[in-house]
């Protein structure tokens, strides 16, 4: 197993998703959104083909007004600026919506790691679209009664790498701390960030964002049980020259975010340097759990790596499903992962890999381990 000398071998015990009730169809938005851009006959061609080509299918969100029609949507380019949803408001639904998501994905991680909340001895919250004080730790700790000594660690305003460094971080402490375990939960509501604009940039990033929360157990790897990933050591790397390729920063109406479309490209160009690491201490992993910011980020990874089109599928279908969850996007993927393997019955190398601002990008080997290794086949003797 992938661990060092005085070293406890840390794994994910459990993990749980949710998402809000609203459910986005990627068609119904784009051929509103034609409509509200009538007026702007560059910005409604663009988009649709933004919309057809991005890999989404489906998202949701947490904003029901986001499903009106059109004359009644305050997120479509056709509103008046005085209807627009200022921060203030967006981030009242922010907090009314997070808590309950961030509980939900944190009791069924709880559930599925067979662990108490008495149990938790780290709390690490995540989330980078909306921000309240006392935060989304104080919360979970009161409504999941955890201990008042917990050690809580919130990661804010990180962008989509931050669920992995997050794991990453409790790796740390359950490896240096057998009897630690850690609850990693991570809400995102990107959708209320939605911009009523016809500018590219924000067309862009309403094409495929969406909301949802994802939670993790990690703790001492307890093999005898499995069904779980054993977490090796990991990286963190911000690749040269890339710091102005992704902005996220607070606006008057939400938040405004740019993304260029040269990141595939830049991460096709830096990543096999940042990542030889990690994948030089042991053999080629055959799950490659990556983080489907886009289309074209997976596209770039799988080129880049040779993979086939089945080891980059679970990526593609977390995209197409739900959409770039932001930081919560990682453990859905690597939840599908889990399921897809449950019944292979032998461990299996793996990577997990997250994108964010910087460009930051986050490494992390792992094997996964199944609830039942099989038993060798008995040897026999001489004729039967």
Request: glycine letters at 8%; hydrophobic letters at 40%; aromatic letters at 6%.
């Amino acid at each position: 197993m992938n661990q060092h000398a005085g070293m406890a071998s840390a794994g994910i015990l459990g993990i749980g998703t949710a998402l809000p009730e609203h459910r986005i169809e990627q068609k119904d938005v784009a051929s509103r959104l034609a409509v509200a851009l009538a007026d702007e006959p560059d910005s409604r061609r663009w988009a649709k083909r933004i919309f057809n080509q991005c890999g989404v299918e489906t998202r949701y969100t947490c904003e029901p007004n986001l499903l009106e029609p059109v004359e009644g949507c305050r997120y479509l380019y056709s509103t008046s600026s005085e209807n627009v949803p200022l921060t203030r408001e967006r981030m009242d639904k922010y907090k009314a919506a997070a808590i309950p998501l961030g509980m939900e994905a944190a009791t069924r991680a709880l559930e599925d790691a067979a662990v108490a909340p008495a149990e938790i001895s780290h709390l690490i919250t995540v989330s980078c679209t909306g921000q309240f004080l006392p935060g989304l730790d104080v919360r979970i700790v009161q409504q999941l009664e955890l201990h008042p000594g917990v050690q809580r660690i919130p990661l804010v305003f990180q962008g989509c790498a931050a669920g992995l460094k997050a794991i990453q971080m409790a790796n740390a402490i359950v490896r240096s701390d057998p009897n630690a375990k850690a609850l990693i939960v991570c809400v995102e509501l990107c959708t209320l960030h939605f911009q009523p604009s016809a500018k590219r940039d924000d067309l862009y990033a309403a094409s495929f964002f969406g909301d949802g929360a994802s939670a993790c157990i990690v703790g001492s790897a307890d093999f005898g049980n499995g069904d779980l990933f054993e977490l090796g050591e990991g990286d963190s790397v911000l690749l040269p020259a890339c710091s102005e390729e992704m902005i996220w920063e607070v606006g008057n109406t939400g938040f405004d975010l740019y993304l260029s479309p040269q990141i595939p490209r830049l991460l096709e160009h830096h990543l096999g340097k940042a990542a030889e690491r990690v994948l030089a201490r042991g053999e080629r992993p055959d799950i490659w759990a990556i983080h489907p910011g886009g289309r074209g980020i997976v596209d770039a990874v799988q080129k880049l790596y040779g993979l086939s089109d089945e080891q980059v599928s679970y990526s593609r279908s977390i995209l197409r499903d739900y959409g770039n969850l932001s930081s919560v996007t990682i453990m859905f993927v690597l939840h599908a992962i889990r399921e897809g393997y449950r019944n292979t019955l032998q461990t299996s190398r793996g990577i997990a890999l997250a994108f964010g601002p910087g460009i930051t990008a986050e490494m992390l080997p792992f094997t996964y381990v199944p609830s039942r290794v099989p038993e060798p086949e008995p040897v026999h003797h001489g004729r039967l």
